[in-house]
C-alpha cells in the first residue's frame, strides 16, 4: 500500500509564493530577504522570557506559538532560496 508523502506548510507556501515550479534565483534572494522587524524581535523575546517564568496569558502563549510557526518556516524557506542559489552558482 503506497504512504502519502507528508506535505509541510513550508511545502504549501512555496507553491503559492511561487506556483510555476522551482523557486527562481530572483524568489530566493526575496525570500533571503525576508526577516522579523525589531519590534517583532523585541515581543518574541519579551513573550519567551515570561515564558520560561511561567509568567503568559493564554492569548500571550499563542502568539508565542505563532512566531516560533512563523520563524521556523522562514527558517525553511531560506535553507531552501539558499540550496536554490548554489545550484545556480554551480550551473553558471
Known amino acids: 500500500m503506497p504512504t502519502a508523502s507528508i506535505v509541510s506548510e513550508a511545502d504549501i507556501w512555496e507553491r503559492i509564493i511561487h ?3 522551482p523557486i527562481s534565483k530572483g524568489a530566493a534572494h526575496r525570500f533571503l530577504d525576508l526577516s522579523f522587524s525589531d519590534e517583532d524581535r523585541a515581543r518574541m523575546r519579551d513573550l519567551a522570557e ?10 500571550e502563549e499563542a502568539e508565542l506559538d505563532h512566531f516560533c510557526r ?14 536554490v542559489l548554489k545550484s545556480h552558482s ?3
Do not use: C
Request: proline share 3%; glycine share 14%; net charge positive.
Open 19 to 21: 506556483p510555476h515550479g
Open 50 to 59: 515570561r515564558n520560561r517564568r511561567g509568567a503568559l496569558s493564554d492569548d
Open 70 to 83: 512563523v520563524g521556523t518556516l522562514l527558517s525553511i524557506l531560506k535553507v531552501r532560496a539558499r540550496r
Open 90 to 92: 554551480r550551473d553558471g
